[in-house]
């Protein structure tokens, strides 16, 4: 498979966590089921705590949390509700960014519970919070060899994350179709499959699984980027615009939007702010050639050739590391034949009509 290099922002970074929901929403849905009285016959108070713990309303997170850590010191001797009580806690950690709690939360889980899937794969979302790979892949492996349960199709879209990062994408877009077949009414699997569509440039099912996306959950901020390339791709410029707009409105941090509206601004001709949001994608922890290409296009517009040249070396390099990237390395280098003919980067021969690479 080929694939290019855009920018898929991680579902836990994405605006489902800036709207008060935690974006682990299989783990929820179960928890929600399991934490009522039903379920460890019980009333009282130590109930209302394990409901609280496992509410998938976070509007109080510091309150949320009092309930969780309530709800195991009472619960000491009640291993399913001592289970929930953790397993809820680890979900809030990690939703709220308090990844070393969550880590030793969901290790607390492992030795409670080692044959439940769920504690291998809250462990595994705060290992690859910490990026620590090798260990992430190992848990969510763990809980897809246990199939069947809940959560394999959030181990496989937590893999296919993983495996992204990685610069391995047709392990992650396996992951991220088996995902979204696993959990089609999974708003944050479609947009992870919407995303490999759009890397292999099939934009007519990105854009329609990133629509549905939106349809099942508006605060994705992702599947709003992904229709925003879409649109930018076939030149409809304003569509692009609305969409980046909807999605920096749900998390001003992501990658993908701060890259695409630099090269709306591009093409509209608007090389200050071209600049300012290239740079920004780029600062955020962009890799992508296309992003770091059309950034030397701006400063080659800038008449600063200097930067120019490092950025379109600098794509040429990351493109070699990723077949997809093709398109994006030879734009590079036929600019930088124009700016520095002796460069052993440029190509023997061709230039290319000055433009924002695309």
Known sequence: MVARAVHLDHPREDGLSRTGRCSTVLLLSVLACLAGPAAFGQGGGHTQDLAECGSSDHS???????ACTRAIADNA?????????????AIVYGGSGQIDRALADSEALVALAPESPWPYLTRGIAFGKLH??????????????MAPNPGVAEAYLQRSFIYSQKGEWERACTDAREAAKLAPHSGIALAGRAGCYLMEGDNRNALADASQAILLQPEIASAYSIRAEVYLQAGRLAEAQTEVDHALRLN???ISARAYN??????????DLALAELTRAIDLGSKSPETIASRGDAYEREGKIGLALADYRRAVQLAALNEGDRKAQETARQRIAVLDPASTDAPARGTRTHGAPK
């Open 60 to 66: 109080n997170i510091p309150r949320q949390i009092e």
């Open 77 to 89: 001797g009640n291993k399913p509700a001592l289970f929930m009580a953790y397993l809820g806690r």
């Open 132 to 145: 620590d790979f090798d260990r992430a892949l190992a848990d969510f492996e763990k809980v897809i060899a």
């Open 252 to 254: 001003p941090d992501s």
């Open 262 to 271: 630099g090269q709306i601004a591009l093409a509209q001709g608007k090389t």
